[in-house]
């Protein structure tokens, strides 16, 4: 018998300020229009999947993203708030030119993925990596055999991508980590393992008008 565990992981869908790239890390932002209609698209694109169990970050966008694809398979829903966003600190509220402009060596140190460096008050790479991977697999391995979903956000669909391909911290990113699109990894006794990425096909067309 097969003793891997299928996880779903699911960035929440789109808010305000994704769309002005704006960082929001612990900062509690809801979704907006259009990320409560790919919420919607993404529990109906999922709601044929027998899944065992919803883990969710505690934050509102990935709650909401949550609460549609347990209203979509009917799965219970647990709030975890390890799978929170990385803290980002001082640079929470701003935008990226805005953390250029105010903090120009931080912000090199920022893009070039720098292991050492943690925005004053937020966390770094490796103290991240370290918060969100092992509750993904400390979760997944509660559940043999099943499936589960982990709805979270963009920085730990990073590091779950990461750990899946067995890719390091500082390597640059070339993977997409779209809004509302569907991860799929599994989990075993070697770790996490990279099954499929960034699956989009359900938020084709999208129209406001849905919402009505």
């Known amino acids: 018998m097969?003793?891997?565990?299928?996880?779903?992981?699911?960035?929440?869908?789109?808010?305000?300020?994704?769309?002005?790239s704006r960082i929001q890390g612990h900062l509690d932002i809801p979704l907006n229009e259009t990320g409560r209609l790919q919420a919607r698209r993404m529990?109906?694109?999922?709601?044929?999947?027998?899944?065992?169990?919803?883990?969710?970050?505690?934050?509102?966008?990935?709650?909401?993203?949550?609460?549609?694809?347990?209203?979509?398979?009917?799965?219970p829903?647990?709030?975890?708030?390890?799978?929170?966003?990385?803290?980002?600190?001082?640079?929470?509220?701003l935008s990226f030119d805005e953390i250029a402009a105010r903090w120009?060596?931080?912000?090199?140190?920022?893009?070039?993925?720098?292991?050492?460096?943690?925005?004053?008050?937020?966390?770094?790479?490796?103290?991240?990596?370290?918060?969100?991977?092992?509750?993904v697999e400390r979760l997944a391995g509660a559940h043999p055999g099943q499936t589960i979903a982990v709805v979270a956000h963009g920085g730990v669909m990073d590091c779950l991508y990461r750990a899946g391909a067995r890719l390091p911290l500082e390597a640059p990113r070339s993977w997409m980590l779209g809004n509302a699109t569907i991860n799929r990894l599994l989990y075993s006794a070697e770790g996490l393992t990279l099954v499929g990425w960034n699956d989009d096909f359900h938020l084709a067309n999208l129209s406001l008008d849905e919402l009505t």
């Open 2 to 20: 097969d003793s891997s565990t299928r996880i779903l992981a699911i960035r929440h869908g789109e808010t305000a300020w994704n769309r002005d």
């Open 43 to 75: 529990g109906e694109a999922l709601s044929g999947e027998s899944i065992d169990m919803i883990y969710t970050s505690d934050l509102g966008r990935a709650r909401e993203t949550a609460q549609a694809l347990a209203d979509a398979t009917g799965a």
């Open 77 to 93: 829903l647990t709030l975890e708030p390890l799978l929170r966003e990385r803290a980002f600190g001082a640079f929470e509220g």
């Open 104 to 135: 120009p060596e931080q912000s090199e140190r920022w893009r070039r993925r720098d292991l050492d460096f943690a925005p004053e008050g937020g966390e770094s790479i490796p103290d991240f990596y370290a918060r969100c991977v092992p509750v």
